[in-house]
């Protein structure tokens, strides 16, 4: 019941938001009330495969380790799995994190960075990152609250291209209002869960 109430309480919120609602409309989707969860650990990644019981459809999640209660994940779907939502800003289980999912089989990834830096209002934000000792580099994202998203599937292609092999993310932004933007996200052995990810999503 508190499930279902949050998630109606999250989408009229979205959907007040105008434009951001395209964005995050995939919140608005329920998880199957049966499904279970298996969690496999690699390096500094979790590799979450959610299992509806009913149609066998498998969903497969790459995020980077958070300490949080695996048993909540079940109830959670997109974003929100990663306890990171607008109506609890400050709970302890937020920390800089990375995830990479699709929400349907067969479509393409997307980038999900979440904060603990409070991001602020819906925008687009030119995000500066650095993977190691490599050169700098510079992406758009779409931010708001504490979630940075790349969902243009070029860039998220591009994104994952450039973690591939790292052991650190760490990025930053530079508003010209509002308060600075930093993310430090342990990332190693990415390369040895990615292959995971296509026996839901499509490779780029």
């Not at 790349?150 to 591939?164: G, P, S």
Request: glycine residues 4%; charged residues 25%.
């Amino acid at each position: 019941m508190m499930d279902g109430a949050f998630r109606h309480i999250h989408c009229q919120i979205l959907r007040n938001c105008g434009v951001i609602v395209t964005l995050f409309a995939v919140l608005c989707v329920s998880l199957p009330a049966f499904a279970t969860t298996q969690i496999l650990h690699h390096e500094d990644w979790q590799v979450r495969m959610i299992v509806d019981e009913f149609t066998d459809e498998t969903q497969v999640i790459l995020n980077t380790k958070v300490k949080e209660n695996e048993e909540d994940f079940a109830g959670k779907r997109g974003i929100v799995l990663i306890r990171s939502n607008v109506l609890d800003q400050t709970a302890p289980t937020v920390t800089d994190m990375m995830v990479v999912k699709c929400d349907s089989p067969d479509t393409l990834p997307y980038v999900v960075i979440v904060t603990q830096t409070e991001v602020g209002e819906a925008g687009v934000r030119n995000i500066e990152f650095r993977v190691d000792k490599r050169d700098s580099k510079r992406v758009l994202m779409t931010s708001h609250q504490k979630y940075l998203m790349i969902f243009d599937r070029r860039k998220a292609r591009r994104f994952i291209e450039q973690i591939r092999s790292g052991q650190r993310l760490i990025g930053r932004s530079h508003p010209i209002n509002g308060k600075r933007i930093e993310f430090r996200i342990p990332i190693d052995g990415f390369d040895e869960v990615e292959h995971h990810l296509y026996k839901y999503c499509s490779r780029h």
